[in-house]
C-alpha cells in the first residue's frame, strides 16, 4: 500500500523542528527549510506567514512532545523511588539514543539563542514552563494524598527543585560533555525526595 505522502505544512514543520535543534534558530534559513522540504516558496508562505511564526509552531511541538514524554515517564511512577527511577532512566536513554542527536531540552536551547529581554518568543517559552510545573505539581500532589509524601510539602515548590535539578545537569552536560552530571542527577532527586516522603 502507497504511504500518504504528508502535507507541505507538516514536511516544513517537520524539517524546521530538526534544523532549529541541530543548528539553532537564527542559523537556520527559510530557503535551507524551503529546500529540504521539498516544497515551492509560495508553499512555505502559505503554511507560515514568517519564520516567527514557524518558530511558535515548531516551539509548540516541541512542548507537546516534552509534555507527552513526561507524562509516560509519571504513568509508570506510583512512588516517590519510581519516579527518581523512571526519570534518569529516561533521560539518559535520550543521550544514547542512536537514532538522533540529543542536545538537551529543545525548549531550554531554543530559548538560550535569544537575550532574555528579547519578547517574540515569551508566550511560548513560558508556556512550556507552566505546563511542565502544573503537571509534576498534580502528579506529586497524588502521591500526597497517597501518603507517600509529608502533607506539609509544598508541591509547587518542590516541582520547581526537580525542574531546576533536570535543566541544570542537562546545560551542565552539554558544555562538558561528562555524563557524571546526568547520573548523578539520581542522588540529587532521591535527596530531594527522601526529605519529602512522608
Known amino acids: ?52 511564526e514557524l518558530g511558535k509552531a515548531v516551539l509548540r511541538r516541541y512542548q507537546a512532545d ?23 532512566k529516561a533521560v539518559l536513554l535520550q543521550i544514547k539514543d542512536d537514532s538522533s542527536v540529543y542536545n538537551g531540552c529543545p525548549v531550554a536551547l531554543f530559548s538560550a539563542q535569544f537575550p532574555s529581554v528579547d519578547h517574540k518568543f515569551r508566550k511560548e517559552f513560558l ?20 501518603g507517600l509524601l509529608k502533607k506539609k510539602i509544598n508541591t509547587e515548590s518542590l516541582t520547581r527543585k526537580i525542574l531546576n535539578l533536570y535543566e541544570g545537569s542537562l546545560v551542565m552536560w552539554r558544555l562538558s560533555q561528562n555524563t557524571i552530571y546526568l547520573t548523578e542527577l539520581s542522588t540529587q532527586l532521591s535527596d530531594l525526595l527522601f526529605e519529602a516522603k512522608a
Open 66 to 88: 516534552i509534555i507527552r514524554w513526561m507524562r509516560g515517564i509519571l504513568l509508570k511512577s506510583d512512588t516517590p523511588d519510581l519516579f527518581v527511577k523512571n526519570f534518569c
Open 127 to 146: 508556556g512550556s514552563t507552566e505546563k511542565w510545573e502544573k503537571l509534576l505539581s498534580i502528579y506529586f500532589n497524588k502521591l500526597k494524598k497517597k
Open 1 to 52: 500500500m502507497k504511504q500518504k505522502k504528508s502535507s507541505p505544512k507538516e514536511r516544513i514543520l517537520s524539517t524546521s523542528i530538526r534544523l532549529f535543534y541541530n543548528q539553532g534558530y537564527n542559523a537556520t534559513g527559510i530557503n535551507q527549510i524551503i529546500l529540504e522540504s521539498s516544497v515551492a516558496k509560495a508553499s512555505f508562505y502559505e503554511a507560515f506567514s514568517s519564520k516567527d
